[in-house]
């Protein structure tokens, strides 16, 4: 998949340069279905559109309109100092609308995963015109913004920003991840981190961090938006008891639990989240 990944200048409104987005898409066939809504994948908080490497070509073997992106600041998105300066939310959802107008343009079927779920639910309440199916996928939403760490002295925040791409964060992060451990590779653990390597990803962490992150609690029960939550029964990361919460508060939301998952089913259950998501994503 990361062969796929390709680069996209998208003009962000209010912003000089065009942000160089990140993205890998499903190919143009002759064969392909229009029997389904557009998905976009968002990854979570500092990961890649790798993340979804399993779903993705499952997505696509079915016919679907697949993009997995690179939130602006993250994966390999302005990965090269576009001048952007900007990552916060509001940056983030500003950025993924420029892209959606610019490439899709219809009604999408959005899934986020882990903070993407975040991600996800703040571009529904500012864009419902552009989301058609909302999927949370071990989505965060009840933990508001960043807490303490926002309010850090620089020197500080950066030190803690350094410890982000380390192999031993790195390492353990990935063990909680996954339900069965055989997935815990370093493999996983060197695609997971890949994209910190690159020149700003300093500058963009630090810049969400001081940010705030996503607050969306109270956008949750104003969700009018059909929404799917997909969640693994063994998710150490999010206990369980969030899955319960959104379907409780979201007006029209699904509950589908994922068995023999931890907090990433669209890794460790590809074929089951697929089948669910073409489900969802029908016209």
């Not at 002759?30 to 779903?55: I, N, Q, T």
């Not at 986020?112 to 996800?120: E, I, M, P, V, Y």
Request: charged share 25%; with cysteine; aromatic share 10%.
């Amino acid at each position: 998949m990361a062969r796929r990944v390709q680069v996209v200048e998208v003009p962000v409104e209010g912003r000089e340069k065009n942000v160089m987005t990140s993205l890998v898409q499903s190919e143009k066939r002759e064969d392909a279905s229009d029997e389904y809504h557009p998905f976009v994948l968002l990854h979570g908080f500092d990961s890649s559109c790798l993340e979804y490497r399993r779903l993705f070509p499952k997505l696509e073997e079915n016919g679907a309109e697949v993009y997995a992106l690179d939130l602006l600041g993250w994966g390999f998105t302005d990965g090269l100092d576009g001048g952007v300066g900007d990552y916060s939310p509001e940056a983030k959802c500003a950025h993924l609308y420029a892209w959606w107008k610019q490439n899709v343009n219809r009604p999408i079927v959005l899934a986020g995963a882990s903070l993407g779920g975040a991600a996800a639910i703040e571009f529904a309440s500012r864009y419902p015109e552009a989301v058609t199916r909302l999927v949370l996928i071990d989505a965060q939403g009840f933990i508001d913004g960043i807490g303490p760490m926002g309010m850090l002295p620089t020197p500080i925040a950066k030190a803690g920003v350094d410890i982000l791409r380390t192999r031993w964060l790195r390492s353990g992060a990935n063990k909680m991840a996954y339900f069965d451990q055989k997935y815990a590779t370093d493999d996983a653990q060197n695609v997971g981190r890949l994209h910190t390597l690159l020149p700003q990803w300093n500058d963009a962490t630090l810049s969400f961090m001081r940010s705030g992150g996503f607050r969306v609690v109270e956008k949750i029960p104003q969700l009018t938006t059909k929404t799917m939550v997909l969640w693994g029964r063994g998710d150490k990361i999010l206990e369980p008891e969030n899955a319960e919460r959104f379907e409780k508060e979201i007006q029209d939301c699904e509950l589908v639990w994922v068995e023999e998952s931890g907090h990433v089913p669209h890794l460790e259950q590809p074929d089951f989240t697929c089948a669910q998501l073409l489900r969802f994503g029908k016209k």
